[in-house]
């Protein structure tokens, strides 16, 4: 979305494989991936369930280790995680025993994120205002719905303003109304702050509207099939959506992740002996 620095390479996936080891042998979940996220991108990686999405990105959050291959984040491999990579990941990251505004005070305690107290009760009011939580400041996340904590989830994250936002399937346990709220405050939060994004989503509606490119993946091992520049320069509003070349594009996208899903499904059939 930052067009003046695009030629800054933030990250390189670099022929990169993963392989897990399970009771019943090695599971290759990623295959030979190459491709760069360059400074102010906004990457969305659409592809079949279970196909290796999530795990491609846990590399880059420093969660998992290629098996071979390197990933790179400013040119240095990837040790683990590190603040300047903010995390949403499904159902991960808010912490019951502490109150939702607590949970958004976390992350802004940490040395490493550089804010100062006088701020931070600012920075919290902030984002409990932007996610709809300030009537539960004070509660904690077990009286929460699921969107909800989902909702307080995405706060802690973008509290800590982190430089490159890494979210897997954020919104896809909201409903319709809450998701295009998020997605248009996700777009807002770019607009204003030029952060670089890998998104994770099984919306190629999502993925369109969002995304400055989307890397579409392989049922599993997960590899690349296709990368797609998005030809719609931001500010993006909802009308998008209504374009003619939107809904072409869609389709496009639509078919390739449908014909990896068919791949998946073949995989997964039982060989009969007519065959
Ligand atoms: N730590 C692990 N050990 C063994 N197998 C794993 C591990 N983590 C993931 N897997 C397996 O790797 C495969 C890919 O999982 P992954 O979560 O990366 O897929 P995904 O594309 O993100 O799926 P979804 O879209 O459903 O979230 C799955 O078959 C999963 O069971």
């Not at 290759?28 to 991108?41: R, S």
């Not at 009286?143 to 509290?159: E, W």
């Amino acid at each position: 979305m930052n067009t003046t620095a695009k030629s800054v390479k933030r990250v390189q996936f670099d022929h990169v494989s993963l392989t897990f080891g399970t009771p019943k042998g090695p599971l290759k979940v990623v295959e030979d991936v190459t491709y760069d996220i360059n400074d102010g991108d906004f990457i969305a990686v659409i592809g079949p369930s279970g196909c290796g999405k999530t795990t491609m990105m846990s590399m880059l959050a420093g969660f998992q280790k290629p098996t071979t291959g390197k990933v790179l984040f400013d040119g240095s491999p990837v040790k683990g995680p590190g603040p300047e990579r903010g995390v949403i990941f499904q159902e991960y990251g808010v912490f019951p025993w502490l109150t939702v505004k607590q949970n958004i005070a976390f992350g802004l305690q940490l040395k490493a994120n550089h804010v100062a107290a006088s701020e931070r009760e600012q920075i919290c009011d902030h984002y409990l205002d932007l996610m709809g939580l300030s009537d539960f400041a004070n509660s904690h996340p077990k009286h929460l719905s699921g969107g909800m904590r989902q909702r307080l989830a995405i706060a802690r994250a973008y509290a800590v303003k982190p430089q490159f936002l890494l979210m897997d399937e954020p919104f896809g346990a909201l409903d319709a109304q809450t998701r295009a709220n998020m997605q248009n405050l996700l777009l807002g939060v770019l607009a204003s702050e030029g952060k670089t994004v890998m998104l994770i989503t099984h919306s190629v509606e999502e993925a369109i509207y969002l995304a400055s490119r989307i890397v579409v993946v392989t049922a599993r091992p997960a590899r690349i099939k296709q990368i797609i520049d998005v030809p719609f320069a931001y500010p993006r509003d909802e009308s998008l959506q209504e374009k003619p070349e939107f809904g072409e594009l869609r389709s496009h996208i639509r078919e390739l992740v449908m014909s990896e899903y068919r791949a998946q499904q073949a995989q997964m059939r039982p060989v009969s002996f007519s065959e």
